[in-house]
């Protein structure tokens, strides 16, 4: 399985309407598509989603990067996976975003020369029941309040919410929410690193009785001392997102207990072979983890579909992102069922990929 000749293919994608989080809006997503392709004929692809406010990576960065990185795979063998990753780790620092396409990649050619669907080759069973939650952006309350409204009468099994202005302002937002939906359906909120720690502790005091799940990333991501303290007197949970990339930063954050959660992500990660690494040390430490993305389309989605099947301590899936896009450019991969269940079958590999006539709308650089 020697690698032949590797594409890159920027791509664009605009959102239904813009997802607005702490950091700001975004309305389209730009992501970057990566095919390995090996002697035989036979390819791979994977996808990113490069979020410049919390990568620090941009498309055109990742597009760059990715060619230096394919430069590099040329004539190697695509069965050495952790070989492969480790090259491409010593050679580049960070750029987690692009990193996790190539990975996903490999990981889809090695799955598919096996002759088995992703979740089965990472050792997983497809008899795991996973449903999506549904994301309320951060807007003014009686805007969300509608929209979660909207979300419940959909049937989505439970809501994220994103917040993180102020804590006053986004307590209110909480409590109109309530109002319009309920008591009793699960919410789970977002800070995405918008309050420091005085904000944060009023907040989620502010909010001990209103049913909320767990909160993640309250904090900047680089404030372990504030988030060890804030979550000793938290009464919600606090689930470690931008303050975990990668299994150091797992472990770093659980030594010190300063989240009770992780939320895992492939663009994080750089992709599964490191994933795998987080689930284990939260699996050792008693810790459940939660899946989610950026904005990717059904083709990262359904990887991370198939990942989250392999370990019994995932237990929260945000897989909402495709549900955003005004467009879907995918053939075969996961399914959202009426009830929200997502769903895989047993085509080898990721069994998504992109229709040929979307990607050929983009520029494609070639490495070979
Ligand atoms: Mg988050």
Same mark, same amino acid.
Request: charged share 20%; proline share 8%; aromatic share 8%.
């Given at each position: 399985m020697q690698i032949d000749k590797i594409e890159i293919i920027p791509i664009q994608i605009k959102l239904t309407e813009p997802f607005v989080i702490s950091k700001g809006p975004l309305t389209h997503a730009r992501n970057t598509v990566v095919k390995i392709y090996t002697k035989d004929g036979n390819y791979g692809i994977g996808e990113c989603c490069p979020y410049r406010t919390i990568h620090g990576e941009t498309q055109q960065g990742t597009v760059a990067a990715g060619k230096d990185l394919a430069q590099l795979l040329i004539?190697? @063998?695509?069965?050495e996976i952790r070989k492969l990753v480790k090259k491409i780790d010593k050679t580049l620092a960070g750029n987690a975003s692009i990193k996790a396409a190539f990975d996903m990649a490999l990981y889809d050619l090695n799955a598919k020369a096996s002759g088995l669907p992703l979740y089965r080759y990472l +050792? =997983? @069973? $497809?008899d795991k029941k996973i449903y999506t939650d549904m994301t309320v952006s951060l807007l003014e309350k009686s805007k969300m309040a509608r929209k979660a409204r909207q979300f419940v009468d959909d049937g989505f099994p439970v809501l994220k919410v994103k917040l993180g202005e102020t804590a006053s302002k986004d307590i209110e937002r909480i409590i109109a929410i309530r109002k319009e939906i309920g008591m009793e359906l699960d919410l789970r909120i977002d800070a995405n690193q918008g309050w420091n720690y005085y904000e944060a502790s009023q907040a989620l005091d502010g909010m001990a009785?209103? $049913?909320? +799940?767990h909160c993640e990333a /309250?904090?900047?991501? =680089?404030d372990f001392i504030g988030r060890e303290k804030l979550r000793a007197e938290s009464p919600i949970p606090i689930m470690g997102d931008e303050s975990v990339f990668s299994h150091q930063d797992a472990y770093r954050n659980l030594a010190i207990d300063a989240i009770d959660l992780i939320n895992i992500k492939l663009g994080k990660s750089g992709g599964i072979c490191h994933a795998m690494k987080i689930a284990s040390i939260a699996q050792a430490a008693g810790v459940y983890c939660q899946v989610g993305s950026f904005s990717e389309t059904r083709l990262g989605i359904t990887a991370l579909t198939h990942f989250a099947k392999?370990?019994? $301590?995932?237990? *929260? *899936? @945000?897989?909402? !992102? /495709?549900?955003?896009? !005004?467009e879907d450019p995918i053939l075969g991969g996961m399914v959202y069922q009426k009830d929200w269940e997502v769903t895989l079958d047993d085509? /080898?590999?990721?069994g998504a990929d992109f229709d040929p006539l979307f990607l050929n709308k983009f520029e494609k650089y070639l490495v070979e």
């Open positions: 004539g190697d @063998d695509a069965r +050792q =997983g @069973d $497809n009785e209103l $049913n909320i +799940q /309250p904090l900047a991501a =680089g392999a370990w019994d $301590n995932i237990i *929260y *899936y @945000d897989l909402d !992102s /495709p549900l955003m896009q !005004s085509t /080898p590999g990721i």
